[in-house]
């Protein structure tokens, strides 16, 4: 149904997805959105977009209209495309590397949440998951928990080069274990 979101494959702004959500009158952060839809992927969802939709609105009661329903189709549909993709491509939506660190740490945060629902939204009732899921993929999941509640603390006096430096790891962590979440329960299996 969606097939002109094929090729359309490009990088997606952090705070034109943020203006989108506000024009609609929502409060939820684009961090927290994809966190949520690589969640579903990663949980084992089809890739159609409108999966992506039903999911947002059963789950976190957003129900999105006109630009952000697309763009947030789009942005499905390369992720999903991300997440397949051999050269490990794929990347969180965060706010820019020049926003503030409390800000970013925040998103990062709210992607956590995000892809913690996601996953749950995706595998609840589904009884395979769970115990098919590797030690591996269980510790990652609650190594996002616990990025779930990561905030920087303004009364700490570390050095703002050691809390870029922390940030950074955390976030390549994360894209990487998402990857190995992914492969282990979201991947289709593919006869060889």
């Known amino acids: ?102 800000q970013r740490t925040a998103a990062l945060a709210a992607w956590s949440r995000g892809f913690l629902a996601g996953f749950a939204h995706i595998t609840a009732g589904v009884e395979v998951v769970p115990a098919t899921l590797s030690e591996d993929s269980s510790e990652i999941l609650k190594d996002f928990a616990a990025i779930a509640q990561a905030a920087v603390d303004e009364d700490e006096t570390e050095d703002e080069d050691k809390a870029e430096d922390s940030y950074m790891e955390l976030v390549e962590y994360l894209r990487f274990a998402v990857l190995n979440v992914y492969m282990d329960a979201g991947a289709p299996v593919q006869d060889h």
């Open 1 to 102: 149904m969606h097939d002109e979101l094929q090729g359309k494959v490009g990088v997606f702004d952090f705070d034109e997805f943020a203006n989108y959500l506000l024009e609609q009158g929502l409060e939820a952060s684009p961090s927290e959105l994809h966190g949520f839809l690589c969640g579903l992927l990663s949980g084992g969802a089809a890739a159609e977009p409108e999966v992506a939709l039903d999911a947002l609105d059963q789950s976190l009661g957003l129900v999105l209209h006109g630009e952000l329903a697309d763009h947030t189709m789009q942005l499905y549909t390369v992720t999903a495309a991300a997440l397949e993709d051999e050269e490990f491509d794929f990347h969180p939506l965060l706010p820019d590397d020049d926003d503030d660190i409390a």
